[in-house]
């Protein structure tokens, strides 16, 4: 159970039952009252499109929320609170579809993240530009409790094969960083975030066993 009071048995009925229905009321509930806590009512009234401006980080720095140098993502606006809290509700594995700088979605999730689960977290990410993907690692290395890895498979195109590979590999960066107490961190360069039909039979699956 997590500090939002949301646990697997009752959020992750095997049908859409009054309970499950309960529990996501709940959790919308828990999402919109994070979120508001990061503005002040006159951050609330105009941060809701904009990039990070003066005026929104300002108005909207509450609760320790990390700023953004040159993303679209970021405190300033409803997307960014939204993914920062939501990385809070006790997330374990968290894909991030593009990496961008680092200091935009990545930022707000893996600062979520650290603050939810420290060591047991992962976030893993994708960047096709290989200078903006070394530029994430870079921005994300700077941050205290994370261990940054960047890894390439030489295409943009993840192909099952692949992400049964990233699989492996996260579970194994995974165990290395909570030896050593850290979150850990994953920029898959030169690629990109696609929907892979996987073979017959046979499902992709990026599920990592936290035990």
């Known amino acids: 159970e997590d500090r939002f009071g949301f646990n697997k048995k009752s959020c992750c009925a095997s049908s859409i039952d009054h309970r499950h229905q309960s529990c996501l009321a709940s959790l919308r509930t828990s999402l919109l009252h994070c979120m508001n806590s990061v503005c002040d009512n006159a951050g609330r009234e105009v941060c809701s499109l904009s990039v990070e401006t003066p005026f929104c980080a300002k108005h909207c720095s509450s609760s320790g929320i990390p700023a953004s140098r040159s993303s679209v993502v970021t405190r300033s606006n409803a997307l960014g609170r939204a993914l920062w809290c939501l990385a809070q509700f006790k997330l374990t594995m968290v894909l991030d579809a593009v990496a961008g700088n680092g200091d935009g979605s990545l930022n707000l999730l893996s600062d979520g993240l650290l603050r939810s689960q420290g060591s047991k977290g992962l976030i893993?990410?994708?960047?096709?530009n290989s200078k903006t993907a070394h530029d994430s690692v870079s921005f994300l290395s700077s941050k205290p409790g994370i261990?940054?890895?960047?890894?390439?498979?030489?295409?943009?195109?993840?192909t099952f094969a692949h992400m049964r590979d990233v699989t492996k590999l996260l579970r194994r960066l995974r165990f290395k960083a909570v030896r050593r107490g850290r979150l850990a961190a994953v920029v898959l360069a030169e690629s990109i975030a696609l929907?892979?039909?996987a073979p017959r039979n046979s499902r992709i699956s990026l599920d990592v066993d936290w035990r």
């Open 195 to 197: 929907s892979v039909e």
């Open 124 to 128: 893993a990410s994708f960047e096709v």
């Open 147 to 158: 261990d940054v890895t960047s890894l390439s498979f030489g295409s943009a195109e993840m």
